[in-house]
């Protein structure tokens, strides 16, 4: 048993298992930067649960020294709830992939984010099912071509962004497997998050995939693609930092006019919206964070609050019958 007081590294997350992901998969990337982030919280192991589906990503409970979970397809989220409300003390991480945890396991993952539970939901996008051979995922780019969309697929991607502000999230980022610092910065701030964190992991699939975000994260259109996120500064980016993003008529433009940039806030949730709208440049950070009532303590309330009444007031409440 760990105690309290041992400070531990990302080393000490480590487990025996080998890894099998392949060569220049960004999973890597990631799971170094999660270690390295739980050395910092100052917890035990036997209090840190992750929780996964199935994919690629989802062997990432195997490689992480605390309790976990390789669960079934699309029900990490659903497991993780279940764990976070019987044991609220524990830090809950639901690892999930674009395609097990936005195709079948969608239906879970909405409603995590509207109960907010206070669980931490990473998605890993690499927008294709990389497990199984590269068939398209709900994410993939409409008319791309796969094993099973030989022509092109025919179906409008999810935004994860656009999904989670829609069902309520009270905290949702992005980021890219491609910039630990940043990676790790947001995955401090989705842990200390009181609710549900959903963050997006932009993650390269070398095989079926690669390039996949390019337009966006490649070393020469990075700078003038995206736009870093900071509450309370102004969205200027571009190599020269001569870019802006400004509110236009109901929507936000991109402009050179430097002083007419929007400044960020991330308990707008208009402004949130719309920049998970945004088509050519792809905002990186915090796009919202609220604080509101959490599940697992509005329960606690409820059942405190009716376990006062007696057994013989609950039998009696309401409406009851007579069977002649």
Known sequence: MQSNSEKLSAKDFATDQAIRWCPG??????????????????RRK???????????????????????MHSIHGRAVAIATGTKVHNPSLSVWAI????????????????AIRRNININILIFNNEIYGLTKGQYSPTSQLGQRTKTSPLGTIEKPFDPAMLALGAGATFFARTTASDPKHLQEILLRAEAHCGTSVVEIYQNCVIFNDEAFEQFLGKENRDDHTVLLQHGKPLVFGRGLDKAVQW?????????????????????????F???????????????????????????????????????ELLHSGSTWEIE
């Not at 998969?25 to 100052?42: P, R």
């Not at 079948?104 to 909405?110: A, L």
């Not at 236009?248 to 402004?271: F, M, P, Y």
């Open 46 to 68: 036997e209090d840190v649960v992750f929780i996964s589906g199935i994919g690629c990503s989802s062997r990432f409970p195997y490689y992480v020294d605390t309790y976990g």
């Open 248 to 272: 236009g008529n109901h929507e936000l433009l991109v402009s050179t006019e430097l002083d007419s940039a929007a400044i960020h806030d991330e308990q707008n949730l208009s402004l949130s």
């Open 274 to 312: 719309l920049l998970a709208r945004l088509e050519t440049v792809k905002p990186l950070g915090v796009y919202r964070c609220v604080q509101e009532p959490e599940y697992a303590s509005n329960m606690d309330d409820t059942v405190k609050k009716e376990s006062r009444k007696q057994v013989s």
């Open 96 to 111: 999930t992939g674009d395609g097990d945890g936005l195709a079948i396991g969608g239906n879970h993952f909405i409603h």
């Open 25 to 42: 998969c960004g999973d890597y990337a990631i799971l170094n930067s999660v270690k390295k982030v739980l050395a910092t919280l100052g």
